[in-house]
């Protein structure tokens, strides 16, 4: 394991020199190491995620124990820390001998033999005192506790109590640390029967796979060590795709022959189902801003062999005349704060403010604005974003409504029997971390009356 140590540690001090982007990032220093054993590469991604994930309680651990403060440690010796740590909570299968030996063989290969005493010293001293360690008591200080024993930024638990209830936080926070499985979406064109014999091939290779109770083409599973090895994804029979995104095709009510414009389309799954919908027929557009998320829908629709599928460089604020009142159905899932996905995406949780909420919403309202205009009289808008926030959800829509001529339909034929509820029935449904099986995101769907 000397290496992977090494490759971890350069992997915590490039996201914090980007400021973040954890899951392209992690895919391209895999890419990068693709020659390594698959151990080690599972190795090198779980105490990478598992430390960006956790730093607020690492944070709080090392701040108990060093006479330095973590927010002042060199950010060498601050990711170092960190790494060493997780593992020592988290990785049962290292012993802490080899955990605080690598530490300090890495602080004095990187050139810091003066550290060498703290390093050892320090993680020496939580190894053998991790069951004295005092956490704060959630009777004195409610947000902190669950801040630090869940790693959540106090801000976002004092949103979600707001919004949520304490209970309902604390289940969101709990289910966004939760190891869930792989979600796919296998393609509607494939029978019954075809189905079982690939999901056949793929437990053979140890996979553990369980159909998704709300949907039959959607399967969840765990122990998938790499999609490019999968039977079926190279032949574009199956995708990664989560429920909750699933269910926007499903409740826009697609028709063949159906004209679907999707305006912020990448990575292209939404658009990629719709094309799957119309089996055959009709027309999806994948619109995004720049040419590299456009790269990204393109790469997807080759490997799916989705032939009627247009993809284009598009600024959704910017107006396009030629699409004015064209569209059987809108996809409107815009740039969002993504706080129902945390458990995918690590890093957001420490990048949100109330200042950039504030501007987000801003930014949809923006985007609305322009595109509604893209559906034609009678067609559907299916509005959706991955986040929790009713600001960015349901006031949304009841804006959309209050200001275009625009009527909630609602959600419930179109739903699984399981999903199927009161707020549906007017149109909108929130999925919540912790309750539903899936991502946290939410659902809209209205129609065009004039």
């Given at each position: 394991m000397e290496n992977t140590?090494e490759?971890i540690l350069?992997s915590l001090?490039?996201?914090e020199?980007?400021?973040?982007f954890?899951?392209?990032?992690?895919?391209?220093v895999?890419q990068?190491?693709?020659y390594?054993?698959?151990r080690?590469?599972?190795?090198?991604?779980?105490?990478t995620?598992?430390?960006?994930e956790?730093?607020?309680?690492?944070?709080?651990?090392?701040d108990?124990?060093?006479?330095?403060p973590v927010?002042k440690?060199?950010?060498l010796?601050r990711?170092?820390?960190?790494?060493?740590v997780?593992?020592?909570?988290?990785?049962d299968a290292?012993?802490?001998?080899?955990?605080c030996?690598?530490?300090?063989?890495l602080?004095q290969?990187r050139?810091f033999?003066?550290?060498?005493?703290?390093?050892n010293?320090?993680?020496?001293?939580?190894?053998r005192?991790?069951?004295?360690?005092v956490?704060?008591?959630?009777?004195?200080?409610w947000?902190?506790?669950?801040?630090?024993?869940?790693s959540?930024?106090e801000l976002?638990i004092d949103?979600w109590?707001?919004d949520?209830g304490?209970?309902?936080?604390?289940?969101?926070?709990r289910?966004?640390?939760?190891v869930r499985?792989v979600?796919l979406?296998?393609?509607e064109d494939i029978?019954?029967?075809?189905q079982q014999?690939?999901?056949?091939?793929?437990e053979?290779?140890g996979?553990?796979?369980?159909?998704?109770?709300?949907?039959?083409?959607a399967?969840?599973c765990r122990?998938?060590?790499?999609?490019q090895?999968?039977?079926?994804?190279?032949?574009g029979l199956?995708?990664?795709?989560?429920?909750?995104?699933?269910?926007?095709a499903?409740?826009?009510?697609i028709?063949?022959g159906d004209?679907?414009?999707d305006?912020?389309?990448?990575?292209?799954?939404?658009s990629?189902h719709?094309v799957?919908?119309?089996?055959g027929?009709?027309m999806?557009e994948?619109?995004?801003?720049?040419?590299?998320?456009a790269?990204?829908i393109?790469?997807?629709?080759?490997r799916?062999?989705?032939?009627?599928l247009?993809?284009?460089?598009?600024d959704a604020r910017v107006?396009?005349?030629e699409?004015?009142?064209?569209?059987?159905?809108?996809?409107l899932d815009?740039?969002c704060s993504?706080?129902?996905i945390?458990?995918?995406?690590?890093d957001?949780k420490?990048?949100?403010?109330?200042?950039?909420?504030?501007?987000?919403?801003k930014l949809q309202?923006?985007?609305?604005?322009?595109?509604?205009r893209?559906?034609?009289r009678?067609g559907?808008?299916?509005y959706?974003?991955c986040t929790?926030?009713?600001e960015?959800?349901e006031?949304?829509?009841r804006w959309?409504c209050?200001?275009f001529?625009l009527?909630?339909?609602s959600?419930?034929?179109?739903?699984?029997?399981?999903?199927?509820?009161?707020?549906?029935?007017?149109?909108?449904l929130?999925?919540?971390?912790g309750?539903?099986q899936c991502?946290?995101?939410f659902?809209a769907r209205?129609?065009r009356?004039?």
């Open positions: 140590r490759i350069d001090l490039g996201m020199k980007e400021d973040g954890d899951s392209l990032f992690m895919r391209q895999l990068k190491y693709d390594l054993p698959l080690e590469k599972a190795f090198i991604k779980r105490v995620e598992g430390t960006l956790r730093r607020i309680e690492l944070d709080y651990i090392l108990q124990f060093s006479s330095v927010s440690m060199k950010p010796i990711q170092l820390m960190r790494m060493s997780y593992q020592l909570f988290y990785m290292v012993p802490d001998n080899a955990v030996n690598e530490a300090v063989r602080a290969k050139r033999q003066s550290l060498k005493g703290f390093v010293g320090v993680l020496r001293n939580i190894a005192n991790r069951e004295k360690i956490y704060p008591d959630p009777e004195k200080n947000r902190k506790a669950l801040s630090v024993r869940y959540m930024p976002l949103i109590e707001r949520y304490r209970e309902r936080t604390e289940e969101m926070c289910a966004l640390l939760d499985p979600s979406r296998m393609s029978s019954p029967a075809a014999e690939l999901v056949k091939e793929w053979e290779k996979i553990v796979c369980e159909r998704h109770p709300c949907l039959p083409y399967w969840n122990n998938l060590e790499g999609l090895g999968l039977p079926g994804f190279s032949e199956v995708t990664v795709q989560d429920l909750s995104s699933m269910l926007v499903e409740c826009a009510g028709k063949e004209f679907v414009l305006v912020c389309a990448a990575p292209g799954g939404k990629l719709a799957c919908k119309l089996r027929s009709g999806v994948a619109r995004d801003i720049s040419e590299e998320k790269a990204l393109r790469e997807n629709a080759v799916m062999k989705a032939g009627n247009k993809v284009k460089v598009w107006f396009d005349s699409m004015e009142a064209r569209a059987d159905v809108l996809y815009v740039p993504g706080l129902g945390l458990g995918k995406k690590r957001i420490y990048h949100v403010t109330r200042e950039g909420l504030a501007e987000l919403v309202r923006e985007i609305i604005k322009t595109c509604w893209y559906v034609k009678g559907i808008i299916l959706s974003t929790v926030r009713p960015e959800n006031e949304q829509v959309m209050g200001e001529p009527e909630r339909e959600l419930n034929p179109y739903l699984p029997e399981a999903l199927r509820c009161g707020e549906a029935e007017g149109g909108t929130q999925l919540v971390p309750i539903h991502d946290g995101f659902l209205m129609r009356e004039l």
